[in-house]
Structure formats: structure tokens, C-alpha cells
């Protein structure tokens, strides 16, 4: 049974800085790509950043481009999404997701797996 979970969600101020992680089972990590997306309130579910099975390559939604950062550890079966420079606008639950092959880019429907989701509010 493949479990995601996700931690490291909280409160933080304007500017501020959060690192999600999000621990893997039940599936072969290191064979797939994973990403991490988020829903705010009273919005649809929307993409924030994938990478590839072996971390050589990422994809970042355009408004988080230079301020988010994904990476992966497949020896601990672990993906992590650090968060820098936040704004209110990022304020929403994220969740990771497990890709159905090696690659995925921005399509919810390139993913198996989904975590319960982590809560990140950012206020001023």
C-alpha cells in the first residue's frame, strides 16, 4: 500500500521560510518522479513543482519560480519542497504525489498517489 505524508507545514510571516518533506512507502521511490501541488481556499488544486526519478531535472509553476525548491532524497525515500521568500498568495494545503513513470511535468492526471496534505498559511 503506497503511504505519502507530509510535514513541515505551519504559520510563517511575509518572507519567510518553510521546508515540507513528504515520506514515501509501499512503492519503488527512486523509479518515479514525484511533485508537489496545493490547493488554497475557495481555489482548484493547482501544480507547484515536479521533478524527475533521479532529481536531475525540475519544473516549477511559474509564480514560485526562484523562490521554491524541490528535491529528493532516494535513499531515505523522501521529497522536500523548501519554501523561501513566501508570500499570502502561497498561503494553502499542499500535498505530494507520486508520478506514474519516471517523468511527469504539471498534469494531475500524470500521478497516482496523493498525500493528505500539509496546511502552510502565510500572513502578513
Known amino acids: 500500500q503506497v503511504q505519502l505524508v507530509e510535514s513541515g507545514g505551519g504559520s510563517v510571516q511575509t518572507g519567510g521560510s518553510l521546508r515540507l518533506s513528504c515520506a514515501a512507502s509501499?512503492?519503488?521511490?527512486?523509479?518515479?518522479?514525484m511533485g508537489w501541488f496545493r490547493r488554497a481556499p475557495g481555489k482548484e488544486r493547482e501544480f507547484v513543482a515536479a521533478?524527475?526519478?533521479?532529481?536531475?531535472?525540475?519544473n516549477y509553476e511559474k509564480s514560485v519560480k526562484g523562490r521554491f525548491t524541490i528535491s529528493r532524497d532516494n535513499a531515505r525515500n523522501t521529497l522536500h519542497l523548501q519554501m523561501d521568500s513566501l508570500k499570502s498568495d502561497d498561503t494553502a494545503v499542499y500535498y505530494c504525489?507520486?508520478?506514474?513513470?519516471?517523468?511527469?511535468?504539471?498534469?494531475?492526471?500524470?500521478?497516482?498517489?496523493w498525500g493528505q496534505g500539509t496546511q502552510v498559511t502565510v500572513s502578513s
Open positions: 504525489a507520486a508520478g506514474r513513470g519516471p517523468v511527469t511535468r504539471s498534469q494531475a492526471d500524470e500521478y497516482t498517489n
Open positions: 509501499g512503492l519503488s521511490f527512486s523509479d518515479v518522479a
Open positions: 521533478i524527475n526519478w533521479s532529481g536531475s531535472w525540475t
